[in-house]
């Protein structure tokens, strides 16, 4: 294709007349983060933006992003420092597409590479394609220089003719130049050191390998701060440990876009400078501002912001507004102090702009305020006057069950309206309980607490000790629980199941052992004949005449002696003794031969003197055995509900 070369004052122009981002007052220089390859953008003060290299192939999609997200929606040039595709495979994505960032003209060293990558650059680009020579200058926005130091090398290797581009803006500079290289017989880098001299910036060519980066080339250009663009997964060893060495030695920063020594992405690395005397590199959530060598520091704070008004806007919330505080060099940020009592202040948080809202206060609350102004050197300017507002009284939340509310009967299976009243509450969680307050079930997590009313299918379960708690879902408070219990009776047939064993009786005597058992079942039921097995062995015959009330349990200790006082509905197995083993064993209930509930429990449950297994939650047929320490304070319970209620 034929190659066309722009004059000096032709791009200037351009640059003058074609849409720019709107003023950007500071200069933005970011090597983005594509993996390994290499990919930076430009940036003036007036908009006017210059890309260096496009990375590899598929690089496009993280370049757009990025430029669109600074703004950028058209590029005045881009430089190609050389032919191989991890610099020039994406270029050509940039380009395209619905969200296209347009790039003017593209600068490379004029010559010819084999490979795919190339063909889809040089077919792309026809038309825009030029050739840029040492010694050429071009003037960005009228505001940033730019000089090409080298452009085609003089040996057939690719890297060495790397096209490199000092950027001068101010008493800033900076180095960029693809892979130029270093290291005989194609070193580069030490023939042009003294026409680049000491600058603040390099970008670390060929990603930190140990070709290039030599230390004469060091020695001279001294970087302050040294950006390497680099991928984690690369098999090159870069950044090599010669090169970051080498930066040491002179004393350069190192900032990298991916560090593949510890698998880490870093991101994007961001500088920025006002006026080029001073410049703020940012990457992720770190910030360092450094002094331009041919520099004078910034050490004028910006003047103090003015009208500072406070205003509370609930019980939480007060919002503050202020008039832009000005600098000679610019405003980046405020600072908000927030103080308690009038005299003590602390810093409540930042701001970008002239407003700021201090979340999560207290109600009925005086708070007072001053914002002091940054600008880029970290100047911090006198305090604002002081303003201060009072957060009004927080509103009183209220959460009152109406029903059930204690003294109600209500049949297993059936529906009830759960009822409730409240204020400033907007959902509640509503809950059960059958046991008096040991345990709960939720009924639903998250009702409208307008709608006042829930309807409920009570669970087929019999309990005298039902009640019902509302709480408010957001905050967990207010709380209110049903006044007294109701009873909630079983439908259905009886069920008779075993809800607590104490193998490990307390002290030595095994007199103390006990089973106890609870119809959870919806009718009574007599267990005349039924039986008590361990391990096999009939241990008690329950008597003639004996019935088992709906929810009511009886308990068949080993001995009289073990029966504590005042236990209700005991009796003394049959056979004088249970035999529960404290390591294992099976206990069953039985009606002729039919196994009406069996357990068999292991050391964990029967391994702690005095302290029983229990159903949990108790007297749930569903439930599984647990220790009883783990449900109540109690060590047993025998004859009563876990927390030592009655049944």
């Known amino acids: 294709m034929r190659l066309r070369q722009l004059s000096v004052a032709h791009l ?67 430089f190609v420092s050389h032919l191989h595709a991890d610099h020039m495979g994406g270029i ?64 057939s ?23 130029l290289t270093g290291t005989s017989p194609d070193d580069v880098e030490s023939g042009v050191a003294a026409s680049i001299g000491e600058i603040e910036l390099y970008k670390v060519h060929h990603h930190g390998s140990r070709y290039s980066s030599n230390a004469t080339f060091l020695n001279v250009i001294r970087p302050t701060v040294s950006f390497i663009s680099v991928g984690i997964g690369n098999t090159y060893g870069h950044p090599t440990s010669e090169c970051l060495a080498r930066l040491a030695n002179v004393g350069s920063e190192v900032w990298q876009t991916e560090d593949p020594a510890t698998n880490r992405k870093d991101g994007h690395i961001e500088l920025t400078t006002a006026t080029g005397d ?45 008039s832009a505080a000005s600098d000679n060099v610019g405003v980046t940020g405020y600072n908000v102090y927030l103080s308690t009592n009038g005299s003590s202040f602390s810093l409540a948080g930042t701001s970008s702009t002239t407003g700021f809202a201090d979340l999560g206060l207290t109600g009925s609350t005086t708070y007072w305020y001053r914002v002091t102004a940054l600008d880029a050197a970290g100047n911090e300017s006198p305090v604002s006057p002081t303003a201060s507002a009072t957060t009004s009284a927080p509103p009183v939340t209220n959460l009152t069950v ?46 409208a607490a307008s709608t006042g009313s829930y309807t409920w299918t009570v669970p087929n379960t019999g309990s005298t000790q039902a009640r019902v708690r509302a709480t408010d879902a957001l905050n967990g408070t207010p709380v209110d629980t049903s006044d007294g219990t109701f009873t909630i009776t079983a439908s259905g047939p009886a069920k008779v199941i075993l809800n607590e064993i104490l193998a490990n009786e307390p002290g030595s005597s ?28 009939v241990k008690h015959t329950f008597a003639t005449g004996t019935t088992l009330g709906v929810g009511k349990a009886i308990v068949v200790f080993a001995g009289a002696s073990g029966i504590p006082a005042g236990t209700p509905n005991a009796v003394v197995a049959s056979t004088g003794s249970l035999s529960l083993l404290n390591s294992s064993a099976t206990v069953a209930v039985k009606s002729g031969k039919t196994t009406m509930d069996s357990f068999s429990y292991g050391s964990a449950l029967a391994g702690t003197d005095g302290v029983s297994m229990n159903r949990s939650p108790d007297a749930t047929a569903g439930g599984t055995f647990v220790l009883h320490t783990n449900l109540s304070s109690l060590s047993s319970s025998p004859g009563e509900r876990v927390n030592g209620s009655a049944f």
Request: charged residues 10%.
């Open 510 to 537: 095994t007199a103390g052992e006990f089973v106890e058992l609870v119809n959870v079942g919806g009718t009574s039921i007599s267990i005349a004949g039924w039986t008590i097995t361990v391990g096999g062995s």
């Open 92 to 155: 050509d994505e940039v380009d395209v597409g619905t969200d296209a960032v347009p790039i003017d003209a593209v600068y490379d060293h004029g010559g010819t590479y084999s490979s795919t990558a190339y063909t889809e650059y040089n077919s792309h680009f026809s038309g825009k394609r030029n050739t840029a020579r040492a010694g050429q200058t071009f003037s960005l926005c009228n505001q940033v220089t730019l000089e090409v130091i080298t452009a085609g090398g003089n040996s």
């Open 12 to 78: 200037a122009v351009c640059f003058l007349l074609l849409p720019t981002l709107a003023l950007a007052q500071t200069l933005r220089f970011t090597t983005m983060d594509i993996g390994q390859g290499d990919s930076a953008v430009l940036v003036a003060p007036g908009g006017c933006a210059v890309l260096f290299d496009g990375g590899p192939t598929g690089s496009g999609a993280t370049i757009k992003a990025y430029l669109k997200s600074i703004g950028v929606t058209r590029l005045q040039m881009a």
């Open 157 to 179: 290797d690719e890297n060495s003719k790397s096209v490199t581009v000092k950027i001068s803006y101010g008493a800033f500079d900076a180095l960029v130049g693809g892979d």
């Open 402 to 447: 109406t029903s059930p509310n204690g003294g109600e009967s209500w049949s297993g299976g059936s529906s009830h309206a759960i009822t409730w009243t409240s204020a400033n509450v907007s959902n509640v969680k509503l809950e059960y309980t059958l046991n008096n307050g040991t345990s709960w079930t939720v009924i639903a997590s998250s009702v």
């Open 278 to 322: 001073s410049y703020t590199v940012s990457q992720a959530t770190s910030s360092t501002t450094y002094i331009s060598k041919g520099g004078t520091p910034d050490m004028e704070p910006p003047t103090a912001p003015g009208s500072l008004v406070a205003s509370a806007v609930s019980s939480s919330e007060i919002d503050l507004s202020w």
